[in-house]
Each structure stands twice: as C-alpha cells, then as structure tokens.
C-alpha cells in the first residue's frame, strides 16, 4: 500500500521554480532515499511532502486519498513525522523534557521513552542532561527519537548522518534499519550514496528540482556512474 505521496507537483519560492512536476511515493514498510547535491530541491520536497510548502500544481496523496489541503499539525496526526535538517532540540531542557513534549504532542503507539532508550542508550546515560551539552550524534538520536516517540507510520528524515563521524553514523544507519524491520516507513534524504545504499530499499536522484532517476538500490549499483554524475558537486 502506497503510504504518502506526491503527484506531479511545481513549488515556487517566489517567482523561482523549486520543483517541477516531482512525482514520488513512500510504500508501507519501505525505506526510501532522495538523494542530491546541495539545493537539489530534497529539503523542498520533504516540507511538501509535510504541508510546510504549497504546490500550486498537483497533489499529495496520503493512502490514496487527496491531502493536498491538509495542514502540517493535520498530516502530522494522520502519522507523517519530520527529523528537520537542524534538529531543533529545546536546547535548555534536559533530554528527558525533550522526550516527554514529543510523547505529549504525539499519538499512541508502540514508541515509547524506554524503548527509545533501548535504542539509543547514551541518551539514558544523558537523560538529565540539557540538549545543547550533548554532542552532534547525540542530538541527532535525540530528534530521531522525539519523532519515534509520536508513532508516526512514516518518518522524513532530512541529512541525519550530515557531519557525524562513522563510528556514529554506523549507529544511526543499524537504529534506523530496527526501526524500519518493526514496520515503520522511512524517508530518507541525503547528499551522497553512503547510506541510501546500506539502508534503502528504493531511491530517487533528484537535480535542479527535478527527479531525474529512481529505482531500487540494485538498479542503483547498476547504474552508479550515471548517479555518480547527477549528485556530485
Ligand atoms: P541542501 O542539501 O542544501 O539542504 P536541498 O536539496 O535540500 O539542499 P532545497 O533546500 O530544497 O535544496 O532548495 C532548493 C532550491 O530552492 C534552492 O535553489 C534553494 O536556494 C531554494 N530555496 C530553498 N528554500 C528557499 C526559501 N525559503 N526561499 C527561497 N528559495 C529557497
């Protein structure tokens, strides 16, 4: 069953065309990367894809009925979650306050605090800690897990391996495949191959706010010079 998804959709910063009839769609249960170089157009697609940006053309379809005209705090209760690039961790409050909001903000489920801190469990060590004293990787779990913790059906990651050294990264790629085995969908955006090979199941290349290629990561492997070229700077 088709999750989420895009039909056929321009968006305009002003009078510049972002994205040019970006067609694209999330299964249930599936990992999908959206890969690019920097100011490709992913980020404008996920906040699309969220109700943060308008289309002026075609439609976003949530399980095959039309959401076009739904708002961000509506899509978010029908279950589509969002990892911003920049994380926004309430930097004052302790990892545990910050874990406590999204459990407030989000709907029932399976995700709880505990199983975030079986998954991640430097963050039960830092529980009381303040947000701005842990270090990036420890952030980025912290926004993966406030996202697991309103139960989404599919979480929108944007760059969340951007910047982390490897040992990190290794971490975040094994948490993200346990949460996607237990059934949550993933939509994963990043600037190079890296992580879309280990953890996607099928990617979209994206380019000037157009998708310029898609398949799944077999076909990519395949394929890997001519992807090569389309995302490097
Ligand atoms: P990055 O890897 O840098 O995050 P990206 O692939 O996510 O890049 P977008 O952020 O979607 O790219 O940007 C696509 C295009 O839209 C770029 O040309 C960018 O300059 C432009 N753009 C993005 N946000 C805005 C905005 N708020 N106002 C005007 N132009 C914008």
Same mark, same amino acid.
């Given at each position: 069953?088709?999750?989420?998804?895009?039909?056929?959709?321009?968006?305009?910063?002003?009078?510049?065309?972002?994205?040019?009839?970006?067609?694209?769609?999330?299964?249930?249960?599936?990992?999908?990367?959206?890969?690019?170089?920097?100011?490709?157009?992913?980020?404008?697609?996920?906040?699309?894809?969220?109700?943060?940006?308008?289309?002026?053309?075609?439609?976003?379809?949530?399980?095959?009925?039309?959401?076009?005209?739904?708002?961000?705090?509506?899509?978010?209760? &029908?279950?589509? %979650?969002?990892?911003?690039?920049?994380?926004?961790?309430? =930097?004052? *409050?302790? /990892? $545990?306050? #910050? +874990? !406590?909001?999204?459990?407030?903000?989000?709907?029932?489920?399976?995700?709880?605090?505990?199983?975030?801190?079986?998954?991640?469990?430097?963050?039960?060590?830092?529980?009381?800690?303040?947000?701005?004293?842990?270090?990036?990787?420890?952030?980025?779990?912290?926004?993966?897990?406030?996202?697991?913790?309103?139960?989404?059906?599919?979480?929108?990651?944007?760059?969340?391996?951007?910047?982390?050294?490897?040992?990190?990264?290794?971490? &975040?790629?094994? %948490?993200?495949?346990?949460?996607?085995?237990?059934?949550? =969908?993933? *939509?994963? /955006? $990043?600037? #190079? +191959? !890296?992580?879309?090979?280990?953890?996607?199941?099928?990617?979209?290349?994206?380019?000037?706010?157009?998708?310029?290629?898609?398949?799944?990561?077999?076909?990519?492997?395949?394929?890997?010079?001519?992807?090569?070229?389309?995302?490097?700077?």
């Amino acid at each position: 069953m088709t999750l989420l998804a895009l039909d056929g959709c321009d968006v305009f910063y002003g009078k510049a065309q972002a994205l040019h009839r970006v067609s694209m769609e999330i299964e249930a249960g599936e990992v999908v990367s959206l890969i690019g170089r920097n100011g490709a157009g992913k980020s404008t697609i996920l906040k699309t894809l969220i109700g943060l940006n308008f289309a002026t053309r075609g439609r976003r379809l949530w399980k095959g009925g039309d959401v076009t005209a739904l708002r961000a705090d509506q899509l978010g209760r &029908l279950g589509i %979650a969002y990892v911003p690039e920049d994380r926004r961790i309430f =930097a004052n *409050l302790s /990892v $545990e306050e #910050n +874990l !406590r909001i999204a459990t407030v903000m989000g709907r029932r489920g399976a995700w709880n605090a505990g199983r975030v801190y079986d998954l991640f469990p430097v963050l039960r060590e830092r529980a009381a800690q303040p947000g701005d004293t842990l270090s990036g990787g420890e952030q980025q779990m912290l926004a993966i897990s406030r996202g697991l913790l309103t139960n989404p059906e599919v979480l929108l990651l944007d760059e969340p391996t951007e910047g982390l050294a490897p040992l990190i990264v290794d971490q &975040l790629v094994e %948490a993200m495949r346990l949460v996607n085995v237990e059934g949550m =969908a993933l *939509l994963l /955006v $990043e600037q #190079n +191959l !890296r992580v879309p090979m280990k953890l996607a199941h099928r990617q979209y290349v994206i380019d000037h706010g157009t998708i310029r290629w898609s398949g799944t990561t077999a076909e990519l492997q395949a394929n890997r010079g001519e992807i090569e070229k389309l995302i490097s700077v």
